[in-house]
């Protein structure tokens, strides 16, 4: 059963418009969250994280929000540009922050159009 | 400062074979684990090791194993290869054993015919 999911496979956006990535998890105990981006024949690289005490964090043009009761999380990117077309992971991790309690989702593919 | 740097980038094996994969962590790092990759399965953790321990494994059958030399660097290995074990593997460095930040390498694409 997946505890970490991203419904959306794809997305397809206009430059210049807002990119919203979508994340919904299941397991209530999960307190920290991250988001990684990954070109193609690159590894992912760290984007962006929240912890569960904030609602809201904000860094350049992303900014991912959480909603704990709605068990939801998102990342938007304003505005989005050509460069940022890659596949987000979302990444749940619970209280232990150790390397087997972090949970990916299966990735959401932007594609961000000139 | 180097990056994570896994070697092979590309590997063809066979069914049956056994194939060992390499990791060099950012210098400095102690903490390195290993993801698998697949189109339909996002990352899937498979083990991490700290100072040559391994810390935690994810829940992959015995055929998979790895360990972690005294200067970080790390090998896993998968014997009796299967076609299912086609994926890529992912490589991640860390300063201490944490997941709030990891830096990956650019992974092994292996393909088991």
């Known amino acids: 059963d997946q505890q970490v999911k991203q419904n959306s496979p794809s997305l397809s956006v206009q430059e210049g418009r807002i990119s919203i990535l979508n994340c919904d998890y299941t397991?209530?105990?999960?307190?920290?969250f991250l988001w990684y981006k990954k070109y193609p024949a690159e590894g992912p690289t760290f984007l962006i994280s929240i912890s569960s005490i904030k609602d809201k964090n904000e860094d350049g043009r992303f900014t991912v929000f959480l909603n704990k009761s709605a068990k939801h999380l998102s990342l938007h990117i304003v505005p989005s540009q050509p460069g940022d077309s890659a596949v987000y992971f979302c990444?749940?991790?619970?209280?232990?922050?150790?390397?087997?309690?972090?949970?990916f989702g299966k990735g959401t593919k932007l594609s961000v159009k000139p | 400062k180097a990056g994570v740097t896994q070697t092979p980038r590309y590997l063809i094996k066979t069914r049956g074979q056994q194939v060992t994969l390499s990791c060099s962590p950012i210098s400095g790092h102690r903490s390195v684990s290993w993801y698998q990759q697949t189109p339909g399965q996002g990352l899937q953790f498979l083990f991490e090791?700290?100072?040559?321990?391994?810390?935690n494994k994810g829940n992959f059958p015995g055929r998979f194993s790895g360990r972690q030399f005294s200067n970080s660097r790390s090998e896993m290995n998968v014997s009796t290869l299967e076609l299912g074990d086609s994926a890529l593997y992912l490589c991640?460095?860390?300063?201490?054993?944490?997941?709030?930040?990891?830096?990956f390498g650019s992974g092994t694409q292996l393909s088991v015919l």
């Open positions: 397991n209530s105990m999960f307190d920290y």
């Open positions: 991640a460095s860390s300063l201490e054993s944490t997941n709030e930040k990891l830096f």
């Open positions: 090791y700290f100072s040559e321990t391994q810390r």
């Open positions: 990444a749940a991790s619970g209280m232990m922050r150790s390397q087997g309690n972090l949970i």
